[in-house]
């Protein structure tokens, strides 16, 4: 599958499209397709997410799972301080980002 | 230290407004991300992987007690009660809002502080011994000239777009604390032979995915003529340095391809030409800045030996504390590595003891290290054991200086977009895995440095062991290296072979560790046993 991420434009936080919006969690990104380009512009230019790029997931029993390491991390927040992240524990440890 | 005078102030109040209105626009949609990103790198503000990160200039590593209770309050009220002191001696808040990074500057700029030349191709934020004022070894203290260098390249309209980065280091000792030739510009301040202070030129070195150490272009530049000279160094490679190719526009670059030799004919050349010019400030500015940085009023008749009953405490001054140029008084260093931490990271209320201890202890002023640590620079022999017992109560008082638990580590992929792999976890496991095996007391000095991905911000390539994450197939991987040196003694460090998992490396530097120990002779630090048998024999153990 394909998603989208990026960056709230106040916030900076780390942000999933959802089919409607933008999460915080990636459970809930939704699959953009063929449409991931129109997204990605529409929602830059209307200033509700900032640098946004589209990434490819693996649909898992847990929700979508980047392929990439960095986006995994990005996911739940610096490794070493898992009292930060926005998922850590829903993501039963750190063994679904290695 | 050195006090803003109006012109000071006014400019970085100016820039405050400047920087807030540039962000306003951007939220309100009057400029682009593309518009926008220039001017925020250009006060310090990135966008890393989790939010935006501001790095904070201070200015070769200097800070008194208020400006460090200052950043405690800014981690507590833009950040999460955290931050982290950088291998350039700045510090960085990892979890900044855009909407609040206007009151962030102007809260820093309160106490005299910024966040403009933290990123961008101009001239960084100048480094400098932390020890600078305070060591035995140095012969002046370094840091007038390298204030006089900061006011002389802030917002230098010459030198505001360079090909890249540039990145300038003052020391004044033949002992080099500051990794001077790893520097685009390395000055040393030397005596001539009338014994008449003068700046030795390195210039065009550097470590990132091209390391180099810094050839001397010149031995001796009269004080007199230091921005001139500084002039002619920046200008020869603003006009030659590559702008086609990022991986290519360092300025050690352009030396290594035009030639030291010939680089230095063409800076002779401009400086000649500058010298007309009259660009340099007069010597009064100079002693305009000197009383800021004037030696504290140190006591007299104070003793010269603390009580040592406590076995922990006499280790912690054996490792930690570093002789002073006043006697009765020592250079107290705060480690930022307790064993499993993460290397320069420190929460509000650490930063808040030790602006309090700067204050009580060391004359109102601590230092930022380049190996992430904080010094205390004048502390009295006969307090010291107060001092550490309050250190060591708030997880400050490691033992550990120049010990391999004593590890640089930049950021990594657990916070930095540029990384490929995380360098945190693997020094808080090597830390705990010495730890835990007490081997770690047995080696003595050595430096290890692990650097997220190939820009070396964790300076790998000068460990005396160095450990460089890769991205391989998705996967991260650790080579390791052998053999450097950011001292007086420089050298780069060499490669192993192939690379590791992270389990792996964590084995290989316990494997290396094992044949230094098996093989080292009478006083030899790792880096001497290394260098007396070659790297023969590690790989043998490594690889087989």
């Known amino acids: 599958m394909k998603i989208l991420t990026g960056n709230d434009l106040k916030s900076g936080a780390v942000v999933w499209w959802d089919g409607q919006g933008w999460s915080l969690h990636i459970a809930d990104a939704a699959d953009a397709g063929e449409n991931a380009a129109e997204i990605l512009a529409r929602e830059e230019s209307a200033r509700r997410v900032n640098a946004a790029y589209a990434i490819a997931a693996e649909l898992t029993e847990e929700g979508p799972r980047p392929a990439h390491i960095k986006d995994r991390v990005r996911a739940l927040g610096p490794t070493v301080r898992p009292d930060l992240g926005y998922e850590a524990a829903a993501r039963n440890g750190w063994d679904w980002v290695i | 230290m050195y006090k803003y005078d109006q012109y000071d102030q006014a400019m970085v109040d100016a820039r405050v407004e400047e920087f807030r209105d540039q962000c306003r626009r951007r939220l309100e949609g009057k400029l682009t991300e593309d518009q926008f990103k220039p001017l925020r790198l250009m006060n310090g503000l990135y966008l890393q992987l989790h939010a935006y990160m501001l790095r904070v200039a201070i200015p070769y590593g200097t800070l008194n007690g208020q400006q460090m209770h200052a950043l405690a309050d800014i981690a507590d009220r833009y950040d999460k009660g955290y931050a982290h002191f950088t291998t350039r001696q700045n510090i960085q808040y990892n979890w900044i809002k855009l909407e609040e990074a206007g009151d962030l500057l102007a809260d820093l700029a309160k106490v005299e502080m910024h966040a403009i030349q933290t990123s961008g191709n101009c001239i960084r934020n100048i480094s400098s011994d932390h020890f600078a004022g305070a060591a035995a070894d140095e012969r002046v203290d370094p840091r007038p000239y390298a204030e006089l260098l900061r006011q002389w390249s802030s917002f230098h309209p010459e030198f505001s777009y360079l090909p890249r980065k540039f990145k300038i280091c003052v020391i004044a000792s033949e002992k080099d604390r500051a990794a001077m030739r790893l520097h685009d510009i390395g000055i040393n301040i030397v005596r001539n ?149 993460i290397p320069g990271d420190a929460t509000s209320a650490q930063m808040r003891l030790m602006a309090d201890l700067a204050e009580e202890y060391s004359f109102d002023e601590c230092r930022v290290m380049h190996t992430q640590n904080i010094v205390l620079p004048h502390v009295e022999i006969g ?117 590791f998992d992270e389990a792996g490396i964590i084995a290989a530097v316990e494997t290396v560790a094992d044949v230094y120990l098996d093989q080292r002779q009478d006083g030899e630090r790792f880096l001497d046993t290394y260098r007396r048998i070659g790297m023969d024999s590690f790989k043998e153990a490594l690889y087989g």
């Open chain 2, 193 to 341: 032979d009338a014994g008449e202070l003068g700046a030795a030129f390195y210039v065009g070195g550097g470590m990132g995915r091209t390391p180099m150490i810094a050839p001397l272009i010149r031995d001796f530049v009269p004080l007199d003529q230091l921005v001139t000279y500084s002039e002619a160094c920046l200008r020869v490679y603003n006009r030659h340095g590559r702008r086609d190719n990022k991986y290519k526009a360092r300025i050690k670059i352009l030396v290594h391809e035009m030639g030291a030799e010939e680089y230095t004919r063409q800076v002779e050349q401009e400086f000649a030409h500058l010298l007309e010019q009259g660009i340099e400030p007069p010597l009064a500015e100079l002693e305009r800045i000197k009383p800021y940085f004037a030696e504290p009023d140190f006591a007299t008749g104070l003793p010269d030996r603390a009580d040592r009953s406590d076995p922990d405490f006499a280790l912690w001054i054996d490792r930690n504390c570093v002789p002073h140029k006043a006697a009765g008084y020592v250079s107290a260093v705060i480690s930022l590595k307790p064993v499993g931490g």
């Open chain 2, 383 to 499: 307090r010291l054991h107060e001092l550490w017992t309050k250190l060591d109560a708030a997880e400050l008082g490691a033992p550990n200086l120049d010990q391999i638990g004593d590890i640089i580590a930049c950021p990594g992929l657990d916070y930095c977009s540029l990384a490929n792999a995380r360098s945190i976890p693997v020094a808080q496991k090597i830390s705990e895995r010495f730890a835990a095996s007490g081997k770690g007391e047995a080696l003595g000095e050595l430096k290890l440095k692990i650097s997220g991905c190939i820009n070396a911000c964790g300076h790998h390539h000068a460990g005396h062991v160095g450990i460089l994450g890769v991205d391989k197939k998705g996967v991260e991987n650790y080579q390791l290296l052998l053999g450097g040196s950011e001292a007086e003694d420089v050298s780069l460090a060499k490669i192993t072979g192939r690379g």
